[in-house]
């Protein structure tokens, strides 16, 4: 059995027939190494790159039938001649090359060489993944010039020409119905994009099979047509080339670029992730698949980015990148450019909120950031920018969110409009619009308090579920019992939490009438529905005000009391408050009861 590859006029001895066998099948493994037979562009357009070429020209045409021949049209799926080329002006082959080469598996002269892609030397073999009628291929070297013709079952015949040959030019023949043609051109063009798209070298696309095909000639200055210096479109121009290598770039909501010891970086925060690696600027990998990352998948797996090496290379399954010393060094410049993006990303956000933009999408960014970077905590400038705005529009930073937090004991939200929103708005305090994407950042940005032991996570809650406004009874206004009670109650209270209280009588709305004690704020106006507050600080460093509903029960019980027994109704009255606060502990209850005790001894019966 002869070998697939060997010239039939090679008359050499044969191997061995289960030696042949297994070449034969190691043959027949290397033509279809890749999951998409339309990959053997991929090779032609790497060797071309590895030979020097300024440009790489990939172009197809179709001859349609003979509408002449007498059944050429009278039968369905009759098939025309596409034709694939895939021309270069590298280096070219001469005869030692093409013998010693390119008609024989895995030798190769890049084994040490760096600057070139290949590693293996079976990237032509490829070409007859899609079963070609023919392979002609014409290159020229040393002033040497030849044409291979390589047929169905893979043989060739190579013949010396005398016309000089610049470079190779290889084109594929392959009988096809025109109903199937426009799949092929477009797999062809995406698998062009998907392989080459951050190419050093252009790379051109060109489909002519819209046309009759016409023979064609090298140009005598094959780089006449790009001679003007115009930017490439996305689209073709009509009968045109197109310029499918474009700049390292990501499809990403923001992104940045880093380039260090070799290494390119663009990263960015997208709604999918995304991995890309290039040599030369040829996908080595672009995945979403995080086992490309290694044991950086937790920390930058959220991440959409491209790194362009030409020291990067691919596994020799071609399935993942090789992750050596070259793919660590990348993987340290790309961390260099992650944080750069988050210090940008974290100044963009601020530009956002100054600007009234919306930022919803810049909330998730930043919280997903802070999930898995923590940059509220490493990165200064993640608390001094505004990366928050209220619902009146006040740019809010995390380091005055946290402030706010400490005094409210909450992160309050808008109530809607209403004489509670103004009063709070005219206190400076910071109402938030109901958003999933900023109690996605509220939770990521969550530091627990020193003193909120048991907290595991920050409370968020509506304005008016914590306040309210209260309407204020004067002092002077009240009942001779009421008065008396209230004044007794306040100077037993003086005594046990040594002044820290100020008591007041209010009447409550409806929704909040079942409290018999509410905690006033600084204004005398805005009130507390409960004891919800959680302070940092001990109670004795507290200075609180609290008013009394005037119109609960108990305390009408104690007014009802305080005719008969005022002091008792008093330290009732004064018991139930300490109670209420529950941050007292024994010693105030206990100074309470003395108080009691002693002013009761000097009670006259």
């Known amino acids: ?90 280096e070219g082959m001469d005869e030692e090359i093409i013998d010693r080469q390119l008609t024989r598996m895995f030798a190769s002269t890049k084994e040490d060489d760096l600057t070139k892609i290949g590693k293996f030397g079976i990237g032509f073999t490829s070409i007859f993944a899609i079963h070609p009628d023919a392979v002609l291929l014409r290159t020229g070297r040393h002033g040497e010039s030849w044409e291979l013709l390589f047929h169905q079952d893979r043989s060739f015949d190579k013949v010396a020409v005398e016309t000089p040959i ?93 380039q260090d010891q070799g290494v390119q970086v663009v990263v960015g925060v997208a709604s999918r992730p995304r991995y890309g690696f290039y040599n030369g600027g040829l996908t080595l990998m672009n995945t979403e698949n995080e086992d490309v990352l290694g044991d950086h998948r937790y920390r930058i797996g959220h991440l959409r980015f491209k790194v362009k090496s030409n020291t990067l290379e691919h596994t020799l399954t071609r399935d993942s990148v090789l992750q050596d010393e070259h793919w660590k060094l990348a993987m340290d410049v790309l961390g260099d450019a992650i944080v750069l993006l988050q210090k940008a990303l974290l100044e963009r956000v601020g530009q956002a909120v100054l600007a009234g933009e919306s930022l919803e999408g810049w909330h998730h960014h930043i919280a997903v950031e802070c999930h898995t970077a923590a940059i509220h905590v490493t990165l200064a400038e993640a608390r001094t920018t505004p990366l928050l705005r209220t619902h009146s529009g006040r740019a809010q930073t995390l380091d005055q969110l946290d402030q706010a ?47 909120s032991f048991g907290k595991s996570h920050r409370q968020i809650m509506s304005a008016d579920k914590l306040y309210f406004l209260p309407q204020h009874v004067d002092l002077r206004q009240l009942g001779p019992q009421e008065a008396t009670l209230l004044k007794r109650c306040g100077e037993l209270l003086s005594e046990s939490v040594d002044g820290r209280l100020d008591l007041g009588v209010a009447v409550l ?18 009130s507390h529905r409960s004891s919800g507050r959680w302070r940092w600080l001990p109670s004795v460093l507290q200075r609180r005000t609290l008013l009394i509903n005037r119109l609960h029960p108990y305390f009408l019980a104690q007014v009802v009391l305080a005719g008969e027994r005022p002091l008792t109704a008093a330290f009732g009255l004064a018991q139930a408050v300490l109670e209420r ?25």
């Open 166 to 258: 610049a470079g190779t030019q290889i084109t594929l023949f392959k009988r096809m119905p025109r109903s199937e043609l426009a799949h092929f051109v477009r797999e062809s063009r995406w698998i062009l994009h998907f392989w080459c798209e951050h190419s050093d070298t252009p790379i051109t696309f060109w489909d002519k099979t819209t046309t009759v095909a016409t023979p064609t000639t090298a140009s005598a200055d094959p780089f006449a047509d790009f001679a003007a210096d115009t930017p490439a479109a996305d689209t073709p121009a009509a009968g045109g080339p197109e310029q499918i290598n474009s700049p390292l770039a990501v499809d990403a909501d923001f992104s940045v670029t880093h």
């Open 1 to 90: 059995m002869p070998d697939p590859l060997k010239n039939p006029s090679d008359t050499s001895p044969g191997t061995p027939s289960e030696m042949v066998g297994l070449a034969g099948q190691a043959l027949e493994n290397l033509v279809n190494q890749f999951a998409r037979p339309l990959d053997f562009l991929r090779e032609l357009v790497q060797n071309s790159i590895d030979a020097g070429t300024p440009r790489v020209d990939v172009w197809l045409s179709y001859n349609d039938p003979d509408a002449t021949a007498p059944d050429a049209t009278a039968q369905d799926g009759a098939q025309g001649m596409l034709e694939i080329h895939v021309d270069d002006w590298g």
């Open 405 to 451: 937090y400490a005094e409210q004991g909450a992160t309050l939200l808008f109530p809607g409009s209403g004489p509670l929103a103004d009063a709070l708005d005219a206190q400076g305090v910071p109402l938030f619009d109901d958003q999933v994407e900023l109690r996605e950042l509220l939770a990521a940005t969550w530091r627990r308090p020193f003193f």
């Open 581 to 605: 606060e529950g941050v007292e502990g024994e010693d105030s209850f206990d100074r309470l009861v003395k108080a009691a005790t002693l002013e009761l001894r000097g009670e006259q019966p």
């Open 509 to 526: 709305p409806g929704d909040a009438d079942q409290a018999l004690i509410v905690e006033a704020n600084t204004d005398g106006k805005l």
